[in-house]
């Protein structure tokens, strides 16, 4: 597999077309406001790009075809649950996110329960949304190894240069007018790719002919117990991921926000189908192929050249995308909820929009380190573990401050995103092949929650009495 001038062609017009939306997102930002929620003035396609921008990347294109090429079918619990959750989102949480007014989730929490919890969740969370970083950064390595051969570490450097020109300048803007023009893209990429693997294979019959129903046409190809976990951890992950409410919250309404929630919900899910028919089709015909690189090797060796180079620079754009919408909520985060709380001495908005584009820089340097050292690693493992991690952290001190604000406690809410995360992690490591670790964390934030609100509540009532 080499790169022909008709590949090039593709390649460079698409990067162009990206990076003068990219340079046209940049001019709109003229404060932190700007840089970290578009100033609250977004319509509903651009905050549906940045919700898409961010969930679509590496993870449910390369990742998807890797898991495909493995197990079958299971591989797409990754849109699938995305998809699920953005539903969810739609229907019945962004009215009270929306019409909080707050940048982050951790000080949506804190309206409820106090200041404690928010550096902790966003501690937590921050820890959560960089496995995901790691699963983009290896993607990202995947894709462009594939194409020209050189060491991980120099594709993980190239990569975080695409990620500065991509959100340094743009932020909201910048992730969301580039995620629409992506995702247009990347939908005729997919469909292309899922179209040309099917024909290839010989449709329904051939894939019949290839291989049994079990485990490659079941979504619980490799377990009911590790597959319902994966696509649960996608739905609660979501749910509870600063990315996407900051995407959410730069909306210029409610209904707005409601709208581009539903349109990612209805987008998201068909995208994976296309992957997995690649992985099939690759596994019926070339399983000696590096699992990894499969749908690039399948682009460069079956589409037409100039087809391949805009799909490969689509892809290319997913997934820096996808990390550079990642390391926008860490930095957000840390820096809303931890620098300017325990740190910042300056009432200057550009000293803090300084200090964030900073931090992605920091961000994206150790997630490659990081990478250098677990290179080969199964993509859609780090993102599924990210999503429950995350999930353990906020989801049930999120739903209490919205169903049961009358009823829960800080001392409660502060419990339950300490105690869920740390339970998550340890059964990890002490129980490696038993339950997925989602399922105890879950469940120990929600007894925290509960019956330490209940107990700090009675024991309130009985000061009052006594």
Same mark, same amino acid.
Not at 228 to 235: E, P, T
Not at 355 to 363: A, E, F, H, M
């Given at each position: 597999?080499?790169?022909?001038?008709?590949?090039?062609?593709?390649?460079?017009?698409?990067? +162009?077309?990206?990076?003068?939306?990219?340079?046209?997102?940049?001019?709109?930002?003229?404060?932190?406001?700007?840089?970290?929620?578009?100033? *609250?003035?977004?319509?509903?396609?651009?905050?549906?790009?940045?919700?898409?921008?961010?969930?679509?990347?590496?993870?449910?294109?390369?990742?998807?075809?890797?898991?495909?090429?493995?197990? !079958?079918?299971?591989?797409? @619990?990754?849109?699938?649950?995305?998809?699920?959750?953005?539903?969810?989102?739609?229907?019945?949480?962004?009215?009270?996110? @929306?019409?909080?007014?707050?940048?982050?989730?951790?000080?949506?929490?804190?309206?409820?329960?106090? $200041?404690?919890?928010?550096?902790?969740?966003?501690?937590?969370?921050?820890?959560?949304?960089?496995?995901?970083?790691?699963?983009?950064?290896?993607?990202?390595?995947?894709?462009?190894?594939?194409?020209?051969?050189?060491? $991980?570490?120099?594709?993980?450097?190239?990569?975080?240069?695409?990620?500065?020109?991509?959100?340094?300048?743009?932020?909201? @803007?910048?992730?969301?007018?580039?995620?629409?023009?992506?995702?247009?893209?990347?939908?005729?990429?997919?469909?292309?790719?899922?179209?040309?693997?099917?024909?290839?294979?010989?449709?329904?019959?051939?894939?019949?002919?290839?291989?049994?129903?079990?485990?490659?046409?079941?979504?619980?190809? *490799?377990?009911?117990?590790?597959?319902?976990?994966?696509?649960?951890?996608?739905?609660?992950?979501?749910?509870?991921?600063?990315?996407?409410?900051?995407?959410?919250?730069?909306?210029?309404?409610?209904?707005?926000?409601?709208?581009?929630?539903?349109?990612?919900? +209805?987008?998201?899910?068909?995208?994976?189908?296309?992957?997995?028919?690649?992985?099939?089709?690759?596994?019926?015909?070339? $399983?000696?192929?590096?699992?990894?690189?499969?749908?690039?090797?399948?682009?460069?060796?079956?589409?037409?050249?100039?087809?391949?180079?805009?799909?490969?620079?689509?892809?290319?754009?997913?997934?820096?995308?996808?990390?550079?919408?990642?390391?926008?909520?860490?930095?957000?985060?840390?820096?809303?909820?931890?620098?300017?709380?325990?740190?910042?001495?300056?009432?200057?908005?550009?000293?803090?929009?300084?200090?964030?584009?900073?931090?992605?820089?920091?961000?994206?340097?150790?997630?490659?380190?990081?990478?250098?050292?677990?290179?080969?690693?199964?993509?859609?493992? @780090?993102?599924?573990?990210?999503?429950?991690?995350?999930?353990?952290?906020?989801?049930?001190?999120?739903? !209490?401050?919205?169903?049961?604000?009358?009823?829960?406690?800080?001392?409660?809410?502060?419990?339950?995103?300490?105690?869920?995360?740390?339970?998550?992690?340890?059964?990890?490591?002490?129980?490696?092949?038993?339950?997925?670790?989602?399922?105890?964390?879950?469940?120990?934030?929600?007894?925290?929650?509960?019956?330490?609100?209940?107990?700090?509540?009675?024991?309130?009532?009985?000061?009052?009495?006594?």
């Amino acid at each position: 597999m080499t790169l022909t001038v008709e590949h090039i062609i593709g390649i460079v017009a698409t990067l +162009l077309l990206m990076t003068a939306v990219g340079l046209y997102a940049g001019r709109r930002v003229k404060s932190a406001a700007d840089f970290s929620s578009g100033g *609250r003035s977004v319509g509903a396609p651009i905050v549906a790009g940045s919700v898409m921008g961010t969930l679509v990347g590496g993870a449910s294109t390369i990742g998807t075809a890797q898991l495909a090429f493995q197990f !079958g079918f299971s591989a797409w @619990w990754f849109t699938l649950g995305a998809g699920i959750a953005c539903a969810i989102l739609g229907i019945g949480m962004v009215k009270p996110l @929306w019409e909080s007014a707050t940048e982050t989730l951790p000080q949506y929490l804190a309206q409820t329960y106090g $200041p404690d919890i928010g550096p902790i969740a966003s501690v937590f969370t921050s820890i959560g949304i960089f496995f995901n970083l790691i699963a983009q950064v290896l993607s990202f390595c995947a894709l462009v190894t594939s194409i020209y051969p050189m060491e $991980p570490i120099f594709a993980a450097l190239i990569g975080l240069f695409l990620v500065l020109a991509y959100v340094l300048f743009g932020g909201v @803007w910048g992730t969301g007018l580039t995620g629409v023009v992506k995702l247009v893209l990347l939908y005729v990429a997919m469909l292309a790719c899922g179209a040309a693997a099917f024909a290839l294979v010989g449709g329904v019959a051939g894939l019949m002919a290839k291989f049994p129903p079990y485990p490659w046409f079941s979504l619980f190809g *490799r377990g009911i117990d590790k597959d319902l976990a994966a696509g649960f951890s996608l739905i609660v992950g979501v749910l509870s991921t600063q990315t996407y409410f900051q995407a959410l919250a730069s909306a210029r309404s409610v209904r707005e926000a409601r709208k581009s929630a539903c349109i990612s919900a +209805l987008l998201i899910p068909p995208i994976g189908i296309g992957g997995i028919l690649v992985g099939l089709f690759m596994r019926a015909n070339f $399983p000696g192929t590096a699992s990894s690189e499969v749908l690039p090797v399948f682009i460069l060796t079956f589409l037409p050249p100039v087809l391949a180079g805009v799909i490969l620079a689509t892809l290319l754009i997913s997934v820096v995308g996808t990390w550079a919408g990642l390391t926008l909520g860490i930095s957000t985060m840390v820096t809303k909820d931890i620098y300017q709380r325990f740190f910042c001495r300056k009432d200057d908005t550009g000293y803090v929009l300084t200090v964030q584009r900073s931090l992605i820089v920091v961000v994206c340097l150790v997630a490659i380190l990081f990478v250098n050292g677990n290179a080969g690693s199964l993509i859609l493992g @780090w993102s599924f573990m990210s999503m429950g991690l995350r999930g353990c952290t906020v989801l049930f001190p999120l739903l !209490g401050a919205m169903l049961l604000p009358r009823f829960v406690t800080p001392k409660g809410g502060v419990a339950a995103a300490l105690l869920g995360p740390t339970v998550d992690f340890f059964w990890k490591i002490v129980f490696p092949k038993g339950i997925d670790p989602l399922f105890p964390g879950l469940l120990a934030s929600m007894v925290a929650l509960l019956a330490v609100s209940w107990f700090t509540a009675k024991r309130a009532e009985l000061g009052d009495v006594n």
